[in-house]
């Protein structure tokens, strides 16, 4: 069946994304990440289904766009759409409300701190978390530099394992 003939669903496209992951964190995808903020179906002049995909980065200068865009377009082309468009929105800006409790829940399992309080201040991104240690659950934590790896996040230390481990910042 060509891309011309499907007759999709907004809800089968948000499907297939389901299987797009965020390259810096593998175990999350896009839609665990909030980021896709709609998903437009329509046809072309030539009678051809297009898709296009809006997504907000977490961040407006985040590196992992490009290959978050190419993951989109990778997962479309496996299922036989030719005409796809990934679109960057970047208002309203991205904030860790969006993210999904499945989302924060795989984060924690891998080792990296959930936000743990809803994004109500903009410059929240600077504030001190009480954050809990992903590894033992000790609240006896420390912060250690408010960027880590990546702007998104802080990096802690665990007074209780003496592990450090990241914070994946509330904003």
């Not at 389901?18 to 903020?37: A, M, Y």
């Not at 978050?68 to 030719?82: C, E, P, Q, T």
């Not at 954050?131 to 990096?155: E, M, N, W």
């Amino acid at each position: 069946m060509s891309a011309s003939a499907k007759n999709i669903s907004k809800e089968q496209v948000y499907e297939w994304l389901s299987s797009v992951t965020d390259p810096e964190v593998p175990v999350l995808t896009i839609q665990d990440l909030g980021i896709v903020r709609d998903v437009i179906i329509s046809t072309t002049d030539n009678g051809q289904q297009e898709i296009a995909v809006v997504i907000t980065p977490t961040y407006s200068g985040c590196p992992a766009m490009d290959a978050i865009a190419l993951g989109i377009r990778m997962a479309l082309v496996a299922k036989g759409f030719r005409h796809i468009k990934v679109e960057h929105r970047l208002s309203p800006a991205w904030t860790t409300d969006w993210m999904t409790e499945e989302g924060k829940r795989k984060l924690e399992q891998y080792g990296i701190a959930p936000p743990i309080r809803k994004a109500v201040d903009p410059l929240g991104l600077f504030e001190e978390d009480n954050v809990s240690c992903p590894r033992c659950h000790s609240t006896d934590t420390i912060l250690v530099s408010q960027f880590g790896p990546t702007s998104c996040k802080a990096l802690y230390k665990c007074q209780s394992c003496h592990e450090p481990f990241e914070h994946f910042k509330c904003h």
